[in-house]
């Protein structure tokens, strides 16, 4: 039967109302795949989401008298998060609401019933990771990841080697210091490892307990697998062995993970969930003063004004020296992008310039917010950037190799402060010890040197710099 004219100028509406509240959160997405400060590869999963969609689309028609999607329930549901995001101004959570779109396309278009059936839920899940997850899980839950997987790895290690000593992330191997820094958490291995089960999902349908029991066995296999990575490196490392350079350390990197995903792909299949709905449900039928209000609504949520909850208090910012190591003090103004940042979400910078060496200080009582790792700032400038590892001499320090669009090399050196004396190398540990409820400024204490400046004058300078903003230092090493 031919929809009458209001009815489908009333679908029409409630299209251009999905469209208006998913065109920001799809243009942020799309531009954190772009942008070299995210890093993100979440395109392939989008890719991956279309290519499963047309393999359903090819294999069959649709069987069954498949139910209606809840047209207006789904909109609801995309509607209440995209208003979250916009108040919140939490970019990712605004793109949450995309993934309601793909649950709604996968049931509109019957995906579900056909020969090569899809799971509409688990679709949705897939397209999580399509968002920049990796940056949020590193920052997070980066740190836990970091004490599990040096747990693992030192009891693994201890099976081979008499001499092994494990103190939280650092593993002494025959009188060598191993060091699993925030890289080697785990945090890709894992979410890679759970992209392949959830593809499972979408393409099996399993029970939900079947589903959920599955996303957990592959978790912890993810952790054992990235134990087992660090493992394979820890000995390589002790037998002289480069293997932080490539190709090898990718190639030990695909094996643990091949080790991973080995057991879901030889041994997981779940029984299919009986498809539900096999009965016609009464058609959808919608007004034109319900589309009206929706799409008013949907107006009404991209306009309202942010107001972010993680807006950083009154912080208490360290005194930046007048001179380092006899250089004068010469104050660095902030870009306008910058300035209007710390405007917006509170905290406070500072960067001054000592000679060769640049100081950057950022003080904030909401890490989560105003903390990351040298690298996003760096790359979104242009800058190529390399961690060259972790060291606990003086202070616990990040290490940096930055090149930038000139070709000049940088060495950037990064640590994280709290008002009550905590120093750590992790911006992970930092933001972990923070939501455990320490509370108060943290600090990251950035400072950067010329790649080709003497060994001994940037020590100096970096001892002296750290000194003068009362970091207390340990001693007895000259490293």
Request: hydrophobic residues 50%.
């Amino acid at each position: 039967m031919k929809k009458p004219a209001t009815e489908t100028l009333a679908w029409m509406a409630m299209a251009l109302a999905s469209v208006i509240l998913a065109a920001q959160p799809l243009q942020w997405l799309v531009q954190s795949w772009v942008s070299p400060a995210y890093g993100s590869y979440g395109y392939l999963y989008v890719l991956l989401i279309l290519g499963l969609a047309c393999v359903s689309l090819l294999s069959g028609p649709a069987t069954g008298k498949g139910a209606n999607a809840p047209v207006l329930a789904l909109l609801f549901s995309a509607a209440l998060i995209r208003l979250l995001g916009q108040v919140l101004a939490i970019n990712i959570l605004s793109a949450l609401a995309i993934a309601v779109d793909v649950f709604a396309l996968v049931r509109l278009l019957r995906l579900n019933q056909r020969p090569f059936a899809l799971s509409p839920f688990w679709m949705a899940v897939l397209f999580l990771f399509a968002l920049p997850t990796e940056v949020i899980l590193q920052r997070t839950l980066g740190f836990p990841l970091q004490m599990v997987s040096a747990d693992i790895s030192c009891q693994m290690l201890s099976l081979l080697f008499p001499n092994v000593a494990c103190e939280g992330v650092r593993i002494t191997l025959e009188s060598q210091d191993i060091l699993v820094d925030l890289p080697c958490s785990g945090a890709s291995g894992l979410l890679l490892s759970m992209a392949f089960v959830v593809t499972q999902n979408a393409i099996m349908r399993p029970r939900v307990v079947t589903a959920v029991l599955g996303i957990a066995v592959m978790a912890g296999c993810a952790v054992i697998g990235n134990s087992l990575r660090i493992s394979f490196l820890a000995i390589g490392l002790v037998n002289q062995l480069d293997v932080m350079a490539e190709p090898w350390h990718s190639l030990i990197g695909l094996m643990s993970l091949g080790f991973t995903v080995l057991p879901s792909a030889l041994f997981y299949r779940p029984e299919s969930a009986s498809v539900r709905g096999s009965q016609r449900s009464a058609p959808v039928r919608l007004s034109l003063p319900v589309a009206a209000i929706c799409l008013l609504a949907s107006f009404t949520i991209v306009s309202l004004k942010p107001e972010p909850v993680d807006v950083s208090g009154m912080v208490q910012v360290p005194a930046m020296p007048r001179q380092i190591h006899g250089f004068k003090a010469q104050s660095v103004p902030l870009t306008p992008l910058e300035a209007t940042y710390f405007e917006t979400y509170g905290g406070q910078a500072q960067k001054v310039q000592f000679g060769p060496l640049g100081l950057n200080v950022v003080s904030t009582r909401a890490p989560l917010r105003h903390l990351h790792a040298p690298e996003i700032c760096l790359r979104g400038l242009g800058f190529k950037v390399r961690f060259l590892g972790t060291r606990y001499d003086r202070a616990p320090t990040a290490y940096y190799q930055a090149v930038g669009p000139d070709g000049d090399r940088w060495r950037v050196a990064v640590s994280y402060v709290s008002e009550g004396g905590q120093i750590t190398p992790s911006v992970g540990e930092a933001i972990w010890h923070w939501m455990a409820g320490s509370g108060g400024t943290w600090s990251s204490v950035q400072r950067i040197t010329p790649w080709h400046l003497d060994p001994q004058m940037d020590a100096a300078l970096g001892a002296a710099a750290l000194a003068s903003l009362d970091i207390q230092l340990i001693e007895g090493t000259d490293k």
